[in-house]
């Protein structure tokens, strides 16, 4: 307008500044306190374990194949009757993710037979080191939880690779469905 002063410009321009300057800040105190992470939040990767402590992974390497970013190095080896890994006849004894690669698309998880692989909601994997950011199996591999042996040993008594596949296997042994569809423990012999 032009019998305005020009200072009402300034302060009508500072009227927004003004408004906020009373309301409470928006502020998050992270790392200190964390937020909430979406359920299905695609994060770092884990390979999983039986329930007696048997490694899923079998060594197939349709992970690697299905990754469209190259980041999944798997060396698969055989399982010996002596040095057993996984209930199948291989099992994946080099197993490596580069997470200065990875996109986090999750074709991984989707690819895997045997649904070794997951993704978890840990997100934090910051590092100023790069050849830290390649993940092992020593990092990927689940903790043993109680109940579990470390491989290699062997597999349940009395139990066949498709008994490890169809989730027949628990901590203490093996555990078959019955007539009326309930899996229940077998006796000890």
């Not at 009373?22 to 039986?50: M, S």
Request: net charge negative.
């Amino acid at each position: 307008m032009p019998g305005r002063p020009k200072f009402i410009d300034a302060i009508a321009g500072f009227g927004v500044t003004f408004g906020t300057m009373f309301k409470k800040p928006v502020t998050e105190q992270y790392p200190e306190e964390p937020g909430p992470v979406a359920p299905r939040y695609h994060g770092r990767h884990q390979l999983n374990r039986y329930a007696d402590g048997l490694e899923k992974c079998i060594g197939c390497e349709l992970c690697a194949w299905a990754c469209p970013a190259d980041a999944i190095f798997v060396e698969g080896a055989d399982n010996t009757e002596e040095q057993r890994f996984s209930p199948g006849e291989r099992y994946g004894r080099v197993y490596q993710i580069n997470y200065l690669r990875c996109i986090g698309c999750g074709l991984c998880i989707e690819a895997c037979p045997t649904r070794a692989l997951t993704m978890t909601n840990d997100y934090e994997m910051a590092d100023d080191n790069r050849s830290d950011l390649i993940y092992g199996k020593d990092k990927l591999l689940a903790p043993l939880q109680p109940g579990m042996t470390a491989p290699p040993h062997a597999m349940a008594e009395d139990s066949t690779d498709e008994d490890y596949y169809r989730g027949n296997i628990t901590a203490s042994g093996i555990s078959r469905p019955t007539a009326d569809g309930f899996a229940r423990p077998e006796a000890a012999k």
